[in-house]
């Protein structure tokens, strides 16, 4: 059993409308970025494998996947209590984070059609999928008699810039960690049926492939910026992002391991085999990945989630907000702490085995 935070009761808008949960570092955010930069960026150093994905991509093999047949069709009164409101839980922060991916991919789509259309067409189809699989989570919201009004966290929402750069680096791994969440999940409901209470996770295989192939689109575009994978401040920026995303994702998951429980896996096995796939795959991308082999590295990734849920833990409590502000000071401060530390275990670099990387 893994400590993690009582999911609360979710709360309203208006009947049927559940409010978003409070904007946090862990909750899925809102991008913007510099569009005219984007338009901007010479991808013929890999135009080829661009096209390619792009070609994948116009494809569109779940077209017809995401059909709500007649096994949606009945009363999901029966899923109560904490299972409940996990699920709801999950059900949002996925809705939040596909929706979110739709806005930014639709407005670049919109933005580069004059002066980039390659890149726009990429972005149309990514919208495409985002906004599909957002309205498919929404609906299952609906079954569980809660939906999200997703107009109004698009006028609601706060929007973070990132520059070009950091948009590719974080989408591509966010897709990519995305992938082996849904793979994962999927090859244990195949294994262990008895925990498939909702026919929602009978679409992961054929999803997490939409996924990868964001991935692999963002790879492409990636590889074909020199200075995105070739220089020193490069590395630096990658061994950056590999370490926030792990441990963003470590705290959401033990922050949220009642409902990974409820569907029979292990927080900590699921949070380590999802981190380890993902940081093996990003070799293909990357200059360098992180030595999750390091005896050190899981460790102190827990050290972050445990200090994050004390944290929680202050800001629920009744104590006066100075003397909360007070007492979060030492839990932030190690998990600044542990995760210098792990960015200064060596890296190991990937470009010297590129052609041999599978």
């Known amino acids: 059993m893994v400590d993690s935070v009582a999911t609360p009761e979710p709360q309203l808008l208006k009947p049927g409308i559940k409010a978003p949960v409070a904007e946090t570092l862990l909750t899925p955010r809102f991008y913007t970025t510099d569009f005219d930069a984007v338009a901007r960026l010479d991808i013929s150093a890999n135009e080829a494998e ?4 792009i070609d994948e991509l116009r494809a569109d093999y ?25 699920f709801i839980d999950f059900l949002e922060r996925s809705c939040t984070s596909e929706f979110s991916g739709f806005l930014l991919f639709k407005e670049l789509s919109r933005r580069l059609k004059k002066n980039n259309p390659l890149l726009s067409q990429a972005f149309e189809y990514l919208a495409r999928d985002e906004a599909r699989h957002a309205g498919f ?29 950091w948009i590719i680096y974080t989408v591509y791994l966010s897709e990519k960690i995305g992938y082996w969440r849904y793979i994962l999940v999927h090859q244990h ?8 209470f909702y026919p929602l996770f009978r679409k992961f295989e054929s999803w997490c492939q939409d996924e990868n192939r ?7 575009l990636l590889r074909s910026q020199t200075k995105l994978w070739k220089s020193w401040t490069a590395k630096l920026w990658v061994r950056f992002f590999l370490l926030t995303v792990f441990a963003t994702h470590t705290m959401t998951v033990f922050e949220r391991a009642s409902f990974y429980e409820t569907i029979g896996i292990h ?17 293909r991308a990357f200059p360098l990945i992180l030595n999750t082999n390091h005896p050190l590295f899981f460790w102190r990734l827990e050290q972050c989630s445990e200090n ?3 944290i929680a833990a202050i800001k629920n409590s009744n104590q ?10 030492p839990p932030v401060v190690a998990i600044l702490w542990h995760m210098l530390q792990l960015y200064l275990i060596k890296p190991i670099e990937t470009e010297a085995t590129r052609g041999t990387v599978l």
């Open 267 to 283: 927080p900590r096995k699921y949070n380590n085999r999802v981190i380890q796939e993902t940081n093996n795959t990003s070799a």
């Open 320 to 329: 006066p907000g100075i003397v909360k502000f007070f007492q979060q000071i």
């Open 137 to 165: 989570l929404n609906k299952s919201m609906a079954d569980l008699n809660l939906s999200l009004d997703l107009n109004f966290l698009t006028k609601n929402r706060t929007y973070t810039f990132f520059p070009p750069e």
């Open 62 to 86: 779940n077209r017809h996947h995401f059909v709500r047949d007649d096994e949606f069709k009945q009363s999901w009164d029966h899923i109560t209590g904490e299972k409940r409101r996990a």
């Open 308 to 310: 994050n849920l004390k």
């Open 214 to 220: 964001h991935g692999d689109f963002f790879k492409a």
């Open 189 to 196: 409901m195949q294994e262990h049926p008895e925990y498939q």
């Open 50 to 53: 661009i096209k390619a994905v």
